[in-house]
Nanobody, 124 residues
Framework: QVQLVESGGGLVQAGDSLRLSCAASGRTISLYNMGWFRQAPGKEREFVAARGWSGSTYYADSVKGRFTISRDNANTNTVYLQMNSLKPEDTAVYSC?????????????????WGQGTQVTVSS
């Protein structure tokens, strides 16, 4: 079992930056594919970014060039989502997810473990 805990959310203004963290426990996630998803009120959960265990990265078109997913080199059980140039439409609950490396990375919801999420609110 893998437990995931997100942190770093908050209330910011448009144009600001935030860095979300996803701390994993229970197992090392160095061979897991990791993803970030978000869900705004009244909307379905949507893919934001993913990082394959080998280092490949994938982004939703809406965040490409603004968001970066990375893994902590010193602590490989922590994954980050650096969010720059935030927009009001980025407001959502952001959740991280882990998917076995045997399956390969994906932008779909097909992940094995999910965190509870952290709220990000961007005011205009």
């Amino acid at each position: 079992q893998v437990q995931l805990v997100e942190s770093g959310g908050g209330l910011v203004q448009a144009g600001d930056s935030l860095r979300l963290s996803c701390a994993a426990s229970g197992r090392t996630i160095s061979l897991y594919n990791m993803g970030w998803f978000r869900q705004a009120p009244g909307k379905e959960r949507e893919f934001v970014a993913a990082r394959g265990w080998s280092g490949s990265t994938y982004y939703a078109d809406s965040v490409k060039g603004r968001f970066t997913i990375s893994r902590d080199n010193a602590n490989t059980n922590t994954v980050y989502l650096q969010m720059n140039s935030l927009k009001p439409e980025d407001t959502a609950v952001y959740s991280c997810a882990a998917r076995s490396g045997l399956k390969g990375p994906t932008t779909s919801n097909d992940y094995d473990y999910w965190g509870q999420g952290t709220q990000v609110t961007v005011s205009s």
